[in-house]
């Protein structure tokens, strides 16, 4: 079965410093991963995602992530966050998107 | 491009009541879906249809739930009758269907709570 993990449940960083946050994933085969925002009392957004390739993706709003097969990763990067950053992001798998349980990220100003 | 429409945007309704939420997904796309967001939780996949056929129903709780996109375009997910579990927010999305790992667009959702 895929399945997705997000190891962390808060991320907690100061506007201006990089946004790391962290997804592993388990599946047969390739894996399909996909990023997505959701802010409050609004539906998820698409920020990226990995089919085959360049391992470094680039997406919305200045993120990138980052597929490392050996590690089974799929981290999504910010070199510099903004407070409107601070969200719930989701990692997920498969086009049937299996979702990890979301990490919440808080930018302080 | 218009995004991805759901109706109602806020249900409260009492256990064994039914009730019925609606979606009409990006103009073009084929492919549509239905997620069920516990608090907390990701969203869980409870109904894929491409056109108006079922592509994937393995985790919707058939004897209360029931989905439907009779004419390929908009879609209906229904709850009869509701438990306390089942609130949550409904997630309706769509794409484009070509085949392969399409990104899907989410509507707003709908928030359903069961008293």
């Known amino acids: 079965a895929q399945s997705v993990a997000q190891p962390e449940d808060q991320v907690n960083v100061a506007e201006g410093n990089p946004l790391t946050v962290k997804c592993t994933y388990s599946?047969?085969?390739?894996?399909?991963l996909f990023w997505y925002v959701q802010y409050p009392n609004r539906g998820l957004q698409f920020l990226l995602k990995?089919?085959?390739?360049?391992?470094l993706v680039k997406g919305s709003y200045g993120f990138e992530a980052e597929f490392n097969k050996s590690q089974t990763s799929f981290h999504l990067k910010k070199p510099s966050a903004l407070v409107s950053d601070s969200a719930l992001y989701f990692c997920?798998?498969?086009?049937?998107?299996?979702f990890g349980a979301g990490t919440t990220v808080t930018v302080r100003a | 491009e218009a995004g991805v429409a759901q109706s109602p945007r806020y249900k409260i309704i009492e256990k064994r009541q039914s009730v019925a939420f609606w979606c009409n997904p990006i103009?073009?796309?084929?492919?549509l879906y239905w997620y069920q967001q516990i608090l907390g939780q990701g969203p869980k996949l409870l109904i894929q249809?491409?056109?108006?056929?079922?592509?994937?129903d393995s985790q919707l709780p058939k004897d209360r739930f029931s989905a439907e996109r009779l004419k390929g375009v908009d879609s209906t997910l229904k709850i009869q009758p509701a438990k306390l579990e089942d609130s949550a927010v409904y997630l309706c999305?769509?794409?484009?269907?070509?085949?392969?790992?399409?990104?899907?667009?989410f509507g707003p959702g709908t928030r359903l709570t069961v008293l």
């Open positions: 990995y089919i085959t390739g360049d391992n």
């Open positions: 103009s073009g796309h084929a492919t």
């Open positions: 999305a769509s794409s484009l269907g070509g085949g392969g790992p399409d990104t899907q667009y």
């Open positions: 997920a798998v498969d086009y049937k998107l299996s």
């Open positions: 599946v047969s085969g390739n894996p399909y």
């Open positions: 249809f491409q056109n108006n056929g079922v592509v994937d």
